[in-house]
């Protein structure tokens, strides 16, 4: 009966059972454009892969309680389907939107007053949500965890890492590839003439944490922060990272699974935006620069129930709860099928290396930042008590990612899966042999995504992942972007190989 009950399939509020309309957080809506004098309406969505989609409507339609406003929350609004990544075939492509009232916030970057809404996306036909939407399995992960009796709610804090350059150029066609990187802060520019080059270049990897002027982006990030403050993210701090030639880290205050989703879609809209603003282009690529620190994002997560901790036990080791073991077990378990949405890109695996900055190996530790799993320690407050997943990047579709870590972690507690021993060593400083006998993620998205295809089971519980979603994420990653790359020439082997 208890397994019959764990696979049963999570249900989430449907707005459009029914037809069912409650007008009060549309009126809310309504008073938030009257108030800002809106005059766009932007509704967004996200793509599989992780990048947010939109188009603009006049905020006349949402600002009266006549029937088209009902169409436009009860209803939605159709789009294409067929021209969104991982979605649907063109001869299924008509889907719809449906705009969520708790989402609402002024366009922090527009400079028409815009009224930004993140929406869901329904089948028109069947009026269900549609199971390709990242949002939408998002939210099934957060009422898997209620149903399962465990927890209440998870809670996520990511750290992620990104690099805002001067420059950028690419290009890759059928006879030539290269790109170009440049940064004003950058170590290989202390030769540059700039008339005048005043020095104040950041060495590789001594990127943390100096002060102005070798932080050239201290007054950029504050009004960064101060952006995303007035969007209604919460942001704890924000510095330079180790790598020269602007990297950066703006780390948000923990929040609610789907929320966190929300949120980090902003700060990378806004990032960007407040980038380009200054003339400047910011990127969450893993990878940008070769013998340098890659950008990652360590993900903190903490189970709670009845307003309880329940990662924190005072007689654990690190203070952790054998229901966070349980949690770390699960992680590590499945671990190289988790990089398949944690680690999505091939880019990914030029960050995650044996030997070098990345926390490839699989094991937990209290305060190690070269293991997988880092329990930090600044504090013994019962609140703060959580876990650091740390392989994980801002490449990753965030929805996806912390979903599948949760039911990874879920999974580990149902199974009480032994983590085994901690190891409290620097793992940097191992011998060869050593090094043999501890488990690392894989070494390429191919792998990852072989590991998914084999091991998917615990994400299917309770049908939050839907075997067409992995089918599709397996064939995206596969065709579109292994495929793409692994048959390209690399500009290094002209290097190593043109006069053979």
Not at 268 to 295: C, E, H, Q, R
Request: contains cysteine.
């Amino acid at each position: 009966m208890a397994k019959r009950k764990e696979q049963k399939e999570v249900r989430t509020k449907n707005p459009l059972k029914n037809g069912s309309f409650d007008d009060s957080a549309a009126k809310a809506v309504a008073k938030i454009i009257e108030d800002n004098k809106i005059q766009i309406v932007d509704l967004k969505f996200n793509d599989l892969p992780g990048l947010w989609q939109h188009f603009s409507i006049p905020a006349s339609e949402l600002q009266e309680m006549d029937d088209i406003m009902r169409s436009i929350w009860v209803d939605g609004i159709g789009f294409d389907g067929s021209s969104i990544r991982g979605f649907q075939k063109i001869q299924e492509s008509d889907m719809i939107l449906i705009p969520d009232p708790s989402t609402a916030i002024v366009d922090p970057v527009c400079e028409v007053p815009t009224l930004s809404l993140i929406c869901d996306i329904y089948d028109p036909l069947t009026r269900k949500p549609y199971t390709r939407d990242p949002r939408y399995i998002a939210k099934k992960s957060e009422q898997y965890l209620k149903n399962s009796g465990i927890a209440d709610d998870i809670y996520f804090g990511p750290e992620a890492e990104f690099f805002l350059f001067n420059d950028v150029r690419f290009d890759q066609t059928e006879n030539a590839g290269y790109y170009f990187l440049d940064s004003i802060e950058a170590d290989w520019n202390t030769g540059r003439v700039e008339n005048p080059n005043l020095g104040y270049k950041i060495r590789f990897k001594e990127g943390y944490f100096p002060v102005p002027p070798h932080d050239s982006l201290q007054d950029l990030r504050s009004r960064i922060i101060i952006k995303m403050k007035e969007a209604g993210i919460n942001v704890e701090v924000h510095h330079h990272e180790v790598a020269t030639a602007g990297q950066c880290e703006i780390d948000m205050k923990f929040d609610k699974l789907t929320k966190m989703g929300d949120s980090l879609l902003l700060y990378k809209y806004i990032i960007k935006n407040m980038a380009k603003k200054n003339n400047m282009v910011a990127t969450f690529m893993p990878k940008p620069l070769f013998a340098d620190n890659g950008s990652g994002m360590h993900c903190h997560q903490s189970l709670w129930k009845n307003g309880k901790n329940l990662f924190f036990d005072k007689n654990g080791y690190a203070l952790l709860s054998q229901t966070a073991k349980y949690y770390i077990g699960g992680l590590l378990k499945h671990a190289n099928s988790l990089m398949a949405f944690c680690a999505p890109t091939t880019n990914s695996y030029k960050r995650l290396v044996p030997g070098y900055e990345a926390p490839v190996n699989l094991v937990y530790s209290q305060r190690n930042r070269s293991a997988a799993v880092r329990i930090p320690m600044y504090t013994d407050n019962p609140k703060s008590k959580r876990i650091e997943f740390r392989p994980p990047d801002p490449s990753c579709n965030a929805y996806l990612a912390f979903s599948a870590m949760l039911m990874a972690g879920l999974d580990g507690i149902q199974k009480k899966i032994d983590p085994g021993e901690p190891m409290d060593k620097d793992l940097f400083e191992l011998s060869d042999e050593e090094l043999t006998m501890i488990p690392t993620v894989p070494a390429s998205l191919r792998r990852a995504i072989d590991a998914l295809e084999a091991d998917q089971e615990y994400l299917l519980k309770g049908g939050v992942f839907t075997q067409d979603v992995i089918d599709i994420w397996l064939e995206y990653k596969r065709k579109k972007e292994i495929d793409a790359v692994r048959m390209r020439p690399h500009p290094y082997e002209f290097y190593l190989y043109f006069d053979i």
